[in-house]
């Protein structure tokens, strides 16, 4: 299968890091010990967890041993009174901030983020898997997940796997990078009518635009309206997006898409 081209893929809109003390095992591991206490939680000892994030007991009993000179976590009493290996207040510290370092993601308000971890570690390490069998590199797969929300990249592949392309790799890598066709048309018309426009304030409108049900429509009645007004182009913030983007929605101009639209990474 051919490779992508060696070099830097991907611009830096966001800066993370893939080669510290953490690894994916141990991430996943910090993901398990997090979820709250309940009659079908089991006891977490070395062989369960071991089982959870496939490896060998002798080799996740390490991986705690490890952790818990971090002061991660501790062999205690779990929330049934029983013996097991329980996440310390540090250790969920850690994990989330790891975990935002690794992965590209939003947690809805309603969401508590240690019931969202362990299923964003189990969709991150399918993406980074999958990215590899289409010929990335182990860096460019990464930096991948650093730059790029993880239901784009989902959807990405899940295209390319539908796709019948000689490479894979590269036409996934053409529409991570580039969105859809509603994406693509929103930037397209922000770059040509406010050029000028800062670029953090032309992704806020891109993203915010792709909530509304005509993301296309939305956009030219935000970049409008925030272009009409007393700021100058260079001058709008993200701020303003969302502030215009809510009075539409107050008016009616546009309509945001149900909550259940955005389950499971759909854009």
């Known amino acids: 299968m051919k490779r ?98 690794r992965i590209n993601f939003e947690v809805a308000k309603h969401q508590p983020e240690c019931l969202a971890a362990i299923h964003y570690v189990e969709r991150g390490i399918r993406a980074l898997k999958k990215l590899k069998f289409f ?37 996934a890598r053409v529409l991570i990078e580039q969105g859809n066709q509603n994406e693509r048309r929103c930037r397209v018309y922000i770059q040509r009518v406010a050029p000028e426009m800062p670029e953090h304030t032309r992704e806020t409108v891109v993203k915010e635009s792709l909530k509304m049900v005509n993301p296309f429509r939305s956009a030219v009645w935000a970049v409008t309206c925030m272009t009409g007004g007393f700021k100058s182009p260079q001058d709008l913030t993200p701020m303003d997006v969302g502030q215009t983007l809510y009075d539409l929605c107050k008016l009616g101009k546009v309509k945001h898409k149900p909550r259940h639209y955005f389950a499971e990474g759909v854009a």
Not at 45 to 70: D, P
Not at 146 to 167: P, S, T
Request: net charge positive.
């Open 4 to 101: 992508l081209p060696k070099g830097r893929l991907f611009s830096s809109r966001r800066y993370g890091r893939y080669g510290n003390y953490i690894t994916w095992k141990m991430l996943k591991a910090l993901a398990i010990l997090m979820k709250p206490p309940s009659d079908k939680t089991p006891q977490w000892t070395s062989r369960k967890i071991g089982q959870e994030v496939e490896m060998a007991q002798q080799s996740a009993l390490l991986m705690l041993e490890r952790m818990k000179k971090k002061g991660w976590v501790e062999w205690d009493k779990d929330g049934h009174g029983r013996q097991a290996w329980v996440i310390t207040p540090l250790g969920r510290t850690a994990a989330m901030l790891e975990l935002h370092r």
């Open 135 to 171: 010929g990335w590199t182990d860096i460019q797969a990464r930096e991948c997940l650093i730059n790029y929300q993880i239901h784009r990249i989902e959807w990405g592949i899940a295209k390319a796997e539908r796709r019948l392309v000689e490479n894979k790799g590269a036409y």
